[in-house]
């Protein structure tokens, strides 16, 4: 049995505190660099700068333990498909989720969607990355 839709989604808002607190922190770093001004849009390095903070926060997790804080939080580990005893992804395979996953969100969440239409409850970036969710009360030795 593979965790569902709301519990994905439970640890994915509690991610997303934590990684908007990061990107604060993030702009707090980056600030004095424009000499203490917002950001405009036509600067298209802070955009990429706070998505690559998005991608460290979850590719160091995912390849170091496959669990980010909120993952850890409602007990779910990311695994790759084929080797479930393992723990974590490879960063390779963390690229490639994190980039679909953008795209599940870039198409109004539709790649979430597909959960609910899926037996083993994967989201597009599951399929795409060959990883899943699996429940984890305890890191395996």
Request: overall charge positive; hydrophobic content about 50%.
């Amino acid at each position: 049995m593979y965790p569902g839709f709301w519990r994905r989604m439970a640890a994915i808002f509690y991610d997303s505190l934590l990684l908007l607190a990061a990107c604060f922190l993030a702009t707090a770093l980056a600030l004095p660099l424009n000499h203490g001004e917002a950001f405009s849009s036509d600067q298209y390095a802070y955009p990429v700068y706070l998505l690559s903070v998005c991608f460290v926060y979850f590719g160091w997790f995912w390849s170091h333990g496959g669990q980010t804080p909120g993952m850890k939080a409602w007990k779910l580990q990311v695994v790759p498909e084929h080797y479930p005893d393992h723990v974590g992804l490879g960063w390779k395979q963390a690229s490639v989720r994190f980039l679909t996953a953008l795209l599940s969100w870039g198409l109004f969440g539709l790649g979430f969607v597909l959960m609910l239409f899926d037996a083993d409850n994967r989201a597009l970036h599951d399929r795409m990355s060959g990883s899943r969710i699996v429940f984890r009360l305890s890191n395996p030795a």
